[in-house]
Nanobody
């Protein structure tokens, strides 16, 4: 399984970006999908998650009210809409899939996409 992130780039503070995580042939309903990020010199942290069962979402406190995670099953793509971006949001953003049920134990990562928030 290959997860491919895209949509990163340079954006000014208070701007918006939408990240995409594409996985051709992947069945998102069998996995909990998450976005993580890792800033320079810091550990990787969970940003947002959407569960396979019921689509419940969870967000890091630092992004609540600004970021939205969603899935388009028809396009086999997970999105992270990022609004009101701050310089502290600068990081490499990674897509992650963790299997549930029969697929428990499976864990896949993309290679990341860089988001830089700067004026």
């Amino acid at each position: 399984v290959q997860l491919v992130e895209s949509g990163g780039g340079l954006v000014q503070p208070w701007g918006s970006l939408r990240l995409s995580c594409a996985a051709p042939g992947f069945t998102f309903s069998r996995y909990d999908m998450s976005w993580y990020r890792q800033a320079p010199g810091k550990e990787r942290e969970l940003v947002a998650q959407i569960t396979s069962a019921g689509g419940r979402t969870n967000y890091a406190d630092s992004v609540k009210g600004r970021f939205i995670i969603s899935i388009d099953n028809a396009k086999n793509t997970v999105y992270l809409q990022m609004n009101s971006l701050k310089p502290e949001d600068t990081a490499v953003y990674y897509c992650n899939a963790v299997g549930t049920g029969f697929y428990y134990g499976m864990d896949f990562w993309g290679k990341g996409t860089l988001v830089t928030v700067s004026s």
